[in-house]
T-cell receptor, first 118, second 113 residues
Framework: GAVVSQHPSWVICKSGTSVKIECRSLDFQATTMFWYRQFPKQSLMLMATSNEGSKATYEQGVEKDKFLINHASLTLSTLTVTSAHPEDSSFYIC??????????????FGPGTRLTVL | GDSVTQMEGPVTLSEEAFLTINCTYTATGYPSLFWYVQYPGEGLQLLLKATKADDKGSNKGFEATYRKETTSFHLEKGSVQVSDSAVYFCALSDRLTGNQFYFGTGTSLTVIP
């Protein structure tokens, strides 16, 4: 089946630095990818929709300048957390729907990236 | 807007007990409904899904039936095992909202021997 990968799987960084997280669809093309954030013991919260060839769509309350999203190709979306702070520590998950399957298709989720900001 | 309301946990059961995790939804159109499972330290895995009313999704002994009249998609298993300990998320995907997913808050299940 379709596979979505994320890299890195975990990252530790110092406060004030930027971190880039990659999301790749391995055997299919994804014009749209979604980025979620999951706090410990909480649900996934949609952060933004990444659109290949156009700007990302951010959910209300998500800072565009802090969470930069670039959908560089049909198989790659990146999320860059700029000037990271400890409160940005979280589990970031991406997903992608295979194209052409309408609303009935499932999302394929990446394994997640755990970010810890010291 | 679309939303999912899920039974709060945590839930602790003895092995071989019956499991029910309630899930109800609100949707603009005709959503597809899903249950995902997240084991400790791992990402989400699809457990089962149903794409239209009265469909029953099933996998690994888990079942859930898409009930349009009660807007529900309750997860059940007749006899849980220790290995079922995980967090379970109910979710919906609605074409009218661009196929994005809406998740419930998750229910943590612990099965004790």
């Amino acid at each position: 089946g379709a596979v979505v990968s994320q890299h890195p799987s975990w990252v530790i960084c110092k406060s004030g630095t930027s971190v880039k997280i990659e999301c790749r669809s391995l055997d299919f093309q994804a014009t749209t990818m979604f980025w979620y954030r999951q706090f410990p013991k909480q649900s996934l919260m949609l952060m933004a929709t990444s659109n290949e060839g156009s700007k990302a769509t951010y959910e209300q309350g998500v800072e565009k300048d802090k969470f930069l999203i670039n959908h560089a190709s049909l198989t790659l979306s990146t999320l860059t957390v700029t000037s990271a702070h400890p409160e940005d520590s979280s589990f970031y998950i991406c997903s992608a729907p295979p194209p052409g399957r309408g609303a009935r298709n499932e999302q394929f989720f990446g394994p997640g990236t755990r970010l810890t900001v010291l | 807007g679309d939303s999912v309301t899920q039974m709060e946990g945590p839930v602790t059961l003895s092995e071989e007990a019956f499991l029910t995790i309630n899930c109800t939804y609100t949707a603009t159109g005709y959503p597809s409904l899903f249950w995902y499972v997240q084991y400790p330290g791992e990402g989400l895995q699809l457990l089962l899904k149903a794409t239209k009313a009265d469909d029953k999704g099933s996998n690994k002994g888990f079942e859930a039936t898409y009930r349009k009249e009660t807007t529900s998609f309750h997860l059940e298993k007749g006899s849980v095992q220790v290995s079922d300990s995980a967090v379970y998320f109910c979710a919906l995907s609605d074409r009218l909202t661009g196929n994005q997913f809406y998740f419930g808050t998750g229910t943590s299940l612990t099965v004790i021997p």
